[in-house]
């Protein structure tokens, strides 16, 4: 680890489930099992990390967001147990000033990144007919909150992945490092395309957001929307972004079929890979270049060992 011995290679993350859509409508894991399950098809097709959100596991309710810490570790245990090695990132939004709940799952399941919503955003959209499509809506990342997330993450041994939904938000995470908000080394970005009312799926976009972002700190994009991701997929490759894709991001191939499972959403990410010339990290590889702890380590040791601030910290991890 610590080594630039992976040369440019792709981290693939799969969004296996994602917050609200509706397991009756859609072919979305819920329960620990099918989590599991769905984990182990992106795992087989190239992906080094799950990007996961809890579902309230009443039946019925699958639709609904969860923070039951018992939950949240049900899930993760039951993917750690599918797919050795495998890299766990759960998520952490919440709108509102309680989130207590995502702080409560950091703590019971203590995964090896998280996603640390780097900014505020208004969440809109519109209709064809004029009308919200549903109430505008405040996603609220204010400095404290963040810092709450950095801090727990930080106690926890978790990477934080700095979510950028528009433009000033990946200049903000450069504002985190220079007041000492974030000091566990370089952050990690995450440009999330495709918000209505966010940054837009274009390619075209990419080299100014790598131009605001701090020098040499690792990145990935997060594309939300139909066939029109896919170009910008191809665009991160070649720039030397790591890569995420999964049916909360998606439900649609590059030729406009809808993907059933996450398996063939993966298996397309990794042929955009290997067109830039690039090869597909394993969970080992990720975890060496983003200087996360070994699978299996005791927590108390990566405390001290992985995630310390005086540790050099993916020292070369995308070299
Ligand atoms: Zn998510």
């Known amino acids: 680890m610590h080594s630039t011995d992976h040369g440019n290679k792709a981290i693939i993350t799969c969004a296996i489930t994602g917050v609200l859509t509706d397991p009756g ?29 809890f579902r309230n596991q009443e039946p019925g309710k699958g639709h609904l967001p969860s923070w039951d810490p018992q939950v949240a570790r049900d899930c993760v245990q039951a993917m750690r147990e599918a797919c050795p090695g495998l890299i766990i990132n759960q998520t952490t939004g919440v709108v509102g ?19 640390c919503n780097a900014g505020s955003l208004n969440y809109l959209k519109v209709r064809s007919n004029g009308t919200w499509a549903w109430p505008p809506m405040l996603f609220d990342n204010q400095p404290a909150k963040v810092k709450d997330f950095i801090d727990v993450m930080l106690e926890t041994g978790t990477l934080p992945e700095f979510e950028c939904f528009d433009v000033g938000i990946v200049r903000c995470v450069e504002m985190y490092v220079q007041t000492g908000m974030y000091t566990q080394g370089l ?37 939300i929307g139909r066939s029109e991701i896919w170009p910008v997929h191809q665009r991160v490759a070649e720039l030397g972004g790591h890569l995420r894709t999964g049916l909360e991001d998606t439900f649609y191939l590059p030729d406009g079929t809808k993907a059933e499972s996450n398996g063939p959403l993966i298996e397309k990410l990794a042929e955009y890979a290997r067109n830039a010339g690039r090869e597909v990290a394993s969970p080992q590889e990720a975890r060496g270049m983003l200087g996360l702890r070994e699978a299996g380590m005791p927590q108390e040791v990566a405390a001290l060992a992985g995630r310390f ?11």
């Open 25 to 53: 409508q859609h072919h979305v894991p819920v329960t620990p099992e099918q989590l599991a399950q769905e984990a182990r098809r992106a795992y087989d097709a190239g992906a080094a990390v799950v990007h996961v959100h």
């Open 309 to 319: 601030p005086d540790f050099p910290l993916r020292d070369g991890d995308s070299a």
């Open 187 to 223: 952050p990690e970005y995450n440009f999330v395309m495709g918000v209505e009312s966010g940054m837009p799926a274009d390619p075209d976009l990419l080299p100014i957001l790598l131009k605001l972002k701090i020098k040499d700190a690792p990145w990935q994009a997060t594309v």
């Open 97 to 115: 000033p309680n989130y207590q709940g995502p702080l409560d799952c950091l703590r019971a399941t203590r995964p090896e990144m998280a996603a």
